[in-house]
């Protein structure tokens, strides 16, 4: 993710931010330019930026919420901006708790679509394509006896549900213990979920699917029993070497899931360094792999090999700084010869040409 800069006086900005802090000005996210524009009010609720004063704008209808900071075209008959539109379900705003929560989820989804649209994604609504659109239900699972089924956080056919009770930090750390996974966080939700998503789309070329079984493996093997099977039986002491995590041991699908929200998790991260002019040199030892200077936008580069060189020295660096705090590892996962492999095929399905043919059919 990158900085921004207040356009009245400099102030360095974060992605989230309504607010300039050192000048007051109100702030609001243009997608189209990816920029986070200053703005003005003028008298009939419009908004000016100042780097372009003749333009109106308005917000989202869901910053009225504390859920949306994005911008659209003061003329536009859509209430909400792209990320939003993508809401099929969201929880009762009547609900102070569950606002609170959706607000936390909107700050991780709209993340997740600044990426989308970093990559060039095609980022479109189910309202628009039923068949091939993104779709989101935030629900409540107290809510749950109102429905045929309990909430449970996963994707189906374009639809990403998401259990609000994610938001809930101690409800998760208690999810995280009791799975023992080593890292579970709202913004991983949405990059694990809309891998399925994308598998889906990338499926339809029977070239890209016969690279994903070799990598992956045969997605054919039945999910429910490969599932009831993780969670009776424990990993196998093998898992660490062929698998980012021991849920993707579970079945293909969640390998390519598992794999693509941590290739996210890496260029994103990378994004930050690189605007933060990040350089890693250790004064002790003479390993030249530890050493970085981030010179380049992750998002931009097609080279895997030179994401990798960069990323493994940062996640030193930043490992050993939350050593430093009493916390645990900012990344506590090993990135093998075999997951490197695969996770080279989800940069290669993200970047190659192949990805406009499919997406866009």
Avoid at 139 to 162: F, M, R, Y
Avoid at 192 to 217: N, T
């Amino acid at each position: 993710m990158k900085l921004f800069q207040c356009q009245n006086c400099g102030q360095l900005l974060y992605f989230e931010n309504t607010i300039c802090v050192k000048c007051g000005h109100a702030l609001g996210y243009l997608p189209a330019q990816n920029s986070l524009l200053t703005l003005t009010p003028t008298q009939d609720n419009r908004w000016l930026a100042a780097n372009a004063p003749s333009i109106a704008y308005r917000y989202c209808a869901n910053f009225a919420y504390g859920a949306c900071n994005w911008l659209v075209a003061a003329d536009d008959v859509e209430p909400f901006c792209l990320a939003c539109q993508l809401n099929r379900t969201i929880p009762d705003v009547n609900q102070a708790a569950y606002v609170e929560r959706w607000q936390k989820l909107e700050n991780a989804k709209h993340r997740l679509i600044y990426a989308l649209l970093q990559f060039n994604l095609p980022v479109i609504s189910k309202a628009v394509d039923d068949e091939w659109g993104l779709a989101f239900d935030f629900l409540a699972a107290d809510a749950a006896t109102e429905q045929s089924k309990p909430v449970t956080t996963g994707h189906a056919d374009g639809v990403i549900t998401i259990n609000i009770a994610e938001a809930d930090d101690a409800n998760r750390e208690q999810i995280r213990q009791s799975l023992a996974e080593p890292y579970r966080t709202i913004l991983g939700h949405f990059r694990h979920e809309i891998a399925h998503y994308y598998w889906m789309r990338f499926a339809q070329s029977q070239e890209w699917i016969d690279g994903f079984r070799q990598h992956f493996g045969d997605e054919r093997a039945d999910y429910g029993t490969s599932l009831a099977q993780h969670y009776t039986n424990p990993p196998s002491e093998q898992w660490r070497n062929n698998f980012i995590s021991s849920y993707a041991e579970a079945h293909p699908w969640e390998d390519w899931a598992e794999t693509w929200a941590h290739y996210l998790h890496l260029v994103d991260t990378l994004e930050t360094a690189y605007t933060f002019g990040i350089q890693v040199r250790p004064q002790l030892g003479t390993d030249a792999s530890l050493s970085t200077n981030m010179t380049f936008n992750a998002y931009e580069q097609s080279d895997f090999e030179r994401l990798i060189n960069n990323w493994l020295p940062i996640t030193f660096a930043v490992n050993s700084l939350n050593r430093s705090m009493g916390q645990p590892d900012l990344y506590p996962f090993v990135l093998t010869q075999a997951v490197l492999t695969k996770m080279a095929y989800v940069h290669n399905s993200i970047r190659a040409d192949i990805k406009n043919q499919i997406l866009t059919a």
